[in-house]
């Protein structure tokens, strides 16, 4: 698949879940992905904060379609660990934006890495996560 950009495909073909709470991709290729997701109320915390849990699901679909770029032919993929390290909050209205990239692409796991920016390009969450590479036949 190269270095083209694949953005558009994952915002068109995207999961239920990244639709429904608003992963927008900005770029997609096999060693980078950029995205962003608006902290809205539905999102958020008690006062107002982005939820760990959303910046735990945003991230997991950043790594997974990351996954999905480097597999071979008729394998699909899941996510079988995830670690996050929240640094700092996402206040509400802003966007948090995801930089991932893979730190190990091996034949039956991949390791990925996303990083979580505040609008103010503070890191707010660094998410390592092991993505399965599951082949049709076994």
């Known amino acids: 698949m190269g270095n083209d950009n694949f953005a558009d495909m994952f915002n068109a073909g995207n999961a239920p879940f990244a639709k429904m709470i608003g992963v927008h991709m900005t770029f997609a290729s096999k060693d980078r992905l950029e995205g962003e ?38 394998a699909t993929t899941a996510t079988v660990e995830s670690k996050t390290n929240f640094l700092r909050p996402v206040p509400v209205g802003q966007k948090a934006k995801a930089v991932t990239t893979p730190v190990n692409i091996g034949r039956t796991l991949q390791l990925w890495k996303t990083e979580i920016f505040r609008e103010d390009g503070k890191l707010a969450a660094v998410v390592l996560q092991t993505q399965i590479v599951k082949m049709a036949d076994g």
Do not use: K, R, S
């Open 37 to 74: 997701m608006t902290a809205t109320p539905e999102h958020c915390t008690l006062p107002t904060n982005l939820h760990g849990g959303a910046i735990m699901a945003f991230a997991d679909n950043m790594g997974g379609c990351g996954a999905f770029l480097n597999l071979p032919e008729g």
